[in-house]
């Protein structure tokens, strides 16, 4: 019965088991190197111990080498045969390998490592496919950062290129999607359509039973949705204007949830589908989405409501849910304080004149600053200059 070995035993004689590999892969190595070439031929390494390529370019130990790596920082240093030798080995292995391909790379090419992905951004454009996009996707959705995937695809120069071509990808992808989502059209409906929904919608408006959409889409043989884009008759609809002590956020998800389902960004709401599905005045709708997403429009009866609140003692607060129901008290302060700076008057032909040749005497003479401060002076002075 052999003696039975200890741990250390059997992992001094891994190490030097895989140490015998290294100095056996990088002599056979330093044998196939070819100065005309300047690099190994690692296929005739493989095919001489029985190994697999790569597990050769793991094996080598530059350390035990005779030969030099070369220095070939710029694209224009690589010759075809390299060219054509860099892009086969990205070929058969890039993918595989992950971030390690590039180590490995520069063990074949008898190169850096940081020469080799700025050689093959050069030699071949990486083209984000669809199976590429899928799985950045799938790391995305995994949680990896960009810069984890960057990793795994140096052949983009920063993890911010690689997130804008994702992006691109995302939107290129999204296009054979479009036919089956809605979209306004160019050319006009066909008015025979137009004139079907319009009487059957009319029909069950004056029955009082309320418009059914679901039967309209029966009645004329066109999708619910095509019907409320297509519907004119907006007889009774109601009239929608921000109350804040009666408004009713129930009315306002529901149409927020109507636009998300049927007009997914980057499509464009129709607002006379959305104004026939609430009932409610189209352009009411538009001011309610405008709102909704916190937009609003700062006319002069707005501003005047603003300083009148104020001297009332409200608070930006209150005045924020008096105004709008998604205007935050920041905006509203910000907006106010705009109102109170000086608001400056535009210069004639002469002050301006008088300013430009200021600058052209004393521009090289002084300072920028000192030349902003002479040709501000004039003005300043006449400001304050006590009348007569």
């Known amino acids: 019965m052999p003696p039975v070995r200890s741990t250390a035993d059997r992992l001094a004689a891994a190490a030097a088991t895989a140490r015998s590999w290294r100095v056996r892969v ?25 190994l697999p390529l790569i597990g050769c370019l793991h094996m080598f130990d530059a350390s035990l080498s005779a030969v030099a790596v070369r220095q070939l920082p710029s694209p224009a240093d690589w010759s075809k045969d390299d060219v054509r030798a860099m892009a086969g080995f990205v070929a058969d292995n890039f993918g595989t390998l992950a971030g390690d391909v ?5 063990v074949y090419m008898n190169a850096t490592e940081a020469d080799c992905p700025a050689a093959y951004r050069r030699i071949k454009r990486f083209k984000m496919t669809a199976g590429v996009h899928e799985s950045i996707q799938k790391y995305r959705e995994d ?6 995937i960057y990793n795994m695809f140096p052949v983009y120069k920063n993890d911010a290129m690689l997130r804008r071509g994702f992006d691109r990808a995302k939107m290129c992808h999204l296009r054979p999607c479009l036919p089956n989502l809605p979209r306004q059209k160019a050319a006009e409906p066909q008015q ?23 039967a309209v ?3 004329v043989g066109l999708s619910e949705l095509r019907c409320l884009e297509l519907c004119r ?12 002590d009666a408004f009713c956020r129930d009315t306002a998800d529901r149409m927020e949830a109507f636009i998300a389902e049927h007009y997914p960004p980057p499509v464009s709401p129709n607002f006379n589908a959305v104004s026939n599905y609430m009932w409610i ?15 609003f429009e700062w006319t002069d009866e707005a501003r005047a409501r603003v300083v009148r609140m104020r001297e009332q003692g409200m608070t930006y607060k209150e005045i924020a849910r008096q105004l709008s129901p998604n205007l935050t008290a920041r905006r509203i302060a910000r907006h106010t304080y705009n109102m109170k700076r000086p608001q400056h008057t535009s210069l004639t032909p002469k002050e301006k004149k008088r300013i430009r040749s200021i600058v052209d005497k004393n521009s090289g003479k002084v300072s920028f ?11 300043v002075c006449a400001k304050h200059k006590p009348e007569s």
């Not at 990088?26 to 029985?50: F, H, K, N, P, Q």
């Not at 025979?192 to 679901?214: F, I, K, L, P």
């Not at 005045?281 to 937009?295: P, T, Y």
């Open 102 to 106: 590039w180590r490995l790379a520069g």
């Open 369 to 379: 600053r000192k030349v902003m401060e002479l040709a501000k002076r004039p003005f």
């Open 233 to 244: 008759f907006s007889e009774g609809k109601v009239q929608w204007a921000h109350d804040p």
């Open 143 to 148: 949680g990896m950062s960009w810069g984890d």
């Open 192 to 214: 025979e359509h137009v004139d079907a929904v319009n009487q059957e919608v009319q029909r069950q408006y004056e029955s009082g039973m309320g418009v059914d959409w679901a």
């Open 26 to 50: 990088t002599e056979c190595a330093d044998r196939a190197y070819s100065a005309e070439r300047g690099r190994i031929d690692w296929e005739t390494v493989a095919a001489e111990l029985g």
């Open 281 to 295: 005045d189209i352009n009411d709708c538009i001011h309610m989405a405008q709102m909704l997403r916190g937009e």
């Open 217 to 219: 889409s029966q009645a």
